[in-house]
């Protein structure tokens, strides 16, 4: 980050069509091959979304002191409009998003086997994280 190296608060992991690949933060991730339960997953969001994903950027947090800073999905080959899916599995873990000026903040908390949508002009106006949670 900034021409330093940090550690990653999280484990990623990259699974898309062949050729997609995906740069952030200085990292550029080359796709894994879609597994037979992210195929299934992909599928069943499909179904309820009516959206087609040809990606997946899975973290891992591994318990409440891994994270996600603030930030927008908002990197150039996501488009200009992203439709960004967002599944979690596991313990709840809250999701926050907040006005660009930071002057409207929302929280909601993500259930094991919540699905988050988020598109349109989102990652133009609003940041997202996943903050630390101690208990």
Do not use: C
């Not at 933060?25 to 087609?52: C, D, F, H, M, R």
């Not at 908002?74 to 596991?90: A, H, R, T």
């Amino acid at each position: 980050m900034y021409g330093k190296e940090v550690y990653l608060p999280r484990f990623s992991a990259w699974y898309a069509d062949s050729n997609k690949t995906y740069t952030y933060s200085g990292l550029t991730l080359q796709p894994k091959q879609w597994n037979k339960g992210l195929l299934y997953i992909k599928e069943a969001i499909a179904k309820v979304s009516g959206v087609t994903f040809n990606s997946v950027l899975m973290n891992w947090y591994r318990d409440g002191e891994d994270y996600q800073n603030w930030h927008a999905d908002d990197e150039k080959e996501l488009g200009v409009n992203p439709v960004i899916g967002s599944v979690n599995f596991g313990e709840e873990r809250d999701f926050m998003l907040r006005l660009n000026d930071k002057s409207t903040k929302i929280t909601r908390p993500l259930k094991h086997g919540t699905f988050l949508l988020m598109s349109g002009e989102l990652q133009h106006y609003w940041q997202h994280s996943l903050p630390k949670r101690k208990k």
